[in-house]
């Protein structure tokens, strides 16, 4: 697995553990924390960066390790390219999501709506509403912590680190109490990216595997 591993990537998602007894003071602050989240991310319109991902079983032993470079750009484009241990590649145009393996030599197709609540980067790219709707957002110095009313869901905590306004690490706790921590190197916030980056780039004898409801 590479960034969630790449594989990882659309199946982990920002829903977490909802507790619903909560009174109305932290109500009130859930709200402020929702807001200056919502006001960091609305002055993010790109970003690119280096990235190191571990994955932690909850015995703190990490099973995997990782590292790529990433690139977001407004609205819902991302590019997430491991580069060891294997290299792969996610890449998410605006409409459909291509999941590289150079492994396996597959490429798999899917349309990008379907994975929007289970994408944690996917809140990074989006100004849709509705994506807040299922989450609720709590405030530690520069870090936000994402939990969702979905009980059904696999991921159990979402923390956004932060370093100047500019994001800096992102860590996923899921129902098993794995973890996945990614910290970002060499950030550059609201950078000018060609739009060939959300181009899928691979051999043509790859085998394609077309997951979207309806194939073109």
């Known amino acids: 697995m590479h960034m969630f591993s790449v ?4 199946r982990q998602g920002l829903v977490l553990l909802f507790a619903c007894t909560m009174s109305f003071s932290s109500l009130a602050q859930q709200s402020e924390a929702q807001a200056s989240l919502k006001k960091i ?7 690119k960066a280096d990235f190191v991902q571990k994955i932690v079983d909850a015995q703190g032993e990490v099973l995997q390790q990782s590292e790529g470079k990433i690139w977001l750009n407004k609205p819902k484009q991302l590019r997430w390219e491991v580069s060891k241990p294997d290299e792969s590649l996610f890449v998410a145009d605006g409409e459909v999501i291509f999941n590289v393996d150079h492994f396996v030599e597959q490429v798999s197709l899917i349309d990008q709506e379907s994975i929007v609540d289970n994408n944690p980067l996917m809140l ?4 849709d509403e ?8 709590s405030q530690a110095g520069t870090d936000y912590v994402l939990d969702s009313k979905d009980v059904n869901t696999n991921i159990v905590q979402l923390r956004l680190s932060f ?8 860590v996923s706790v899921d ?3 794995q973890r996945n921590e990614i910290t970002f190197l060499n950030r550059v916030l609201n950078p ?9 780039n691979y051999p043509n004898s790859y085998l ?9």
Do not use: M
């Open 41 to 47: 991310l609305g002055e993010l319109t790109s970003y």
């Open 192 to 200: 000018e990216i060609p739009q060939n980056t959300f181009v899928p």
């Open 7 to 10: 594989r990882h990537l659309c």
């Open 163 to 170: 370093e100047n306004k500019v994001l800096a690490a992102l």
């Open 124 to 127: 990074l790219i989006s100004d």
């Open 175 to 177: 129902r098993q109490q």
């Open 130 to 137: 509705s994506a807040w709707q299922g989450i609720t957002v």
């Open 208 to 216: 394609i595997d077309d997951q979207r409801k309806a194939n073109p």
